[in-house]
Nanobody, 124 residues
């Protein structure tokens, strides 16, 4: 059974960068489409970015385009989320998730495996 563990969150100043990691175990990650979601206090969980099994990337929030990049290293069974030019509104818990289907989705209902999340706080 696939297990996902996120890491790399923390406190960063506005304009700074962070790279989140999602390490998988129990199954090869290249058999999954991988998404990053986030949930801010008092808000619903929303899709951030996704990379499909065939390498197609999808970004779900206009304000993130050009700032957030997803990549996968199948040899390390790890997916990364590079976040640049961070803003206070990016503060949230970031979750890694996976699905067997070949294409991406921005809906939490379409993903079955979730990590525990990693906190990202953008503040001066």
């Amino acid at each position: 059974q696939l297990q996902l563990v996120e890491s790399g969150g923390g406190l960063v100043q506005p304009g700074g960068s962070l790279r989140l990691s999602c390490a998988a175990s129990g199954s090869p990650l290249d058999s999954y489409t991988i998404g990053w979601f986030r949930q801010a206090p008092g808000k619903e969980r929303e899709g951030v970015v996704c990379v499909s099994r065939i390498g197609a990337r999808t970004e779900y929030v206009d304000s993130m385009k050009g700032r957030f990049t997803i990549s996968r290293d199948n040899a390390k069974n790890t997916v990364y989320l590079q976040m640049n030019s961070l803003k206070p509104e990016d503060t949230a818990i970031y979750y890694c998730t996976a699905r067997r289907e070949y294409y991406c989705s921005g809906s939490v209902l379409d993903f079955s495996s979730w990590g525990q999340g990693t906190q990202v706080t953008v503040s001066s």
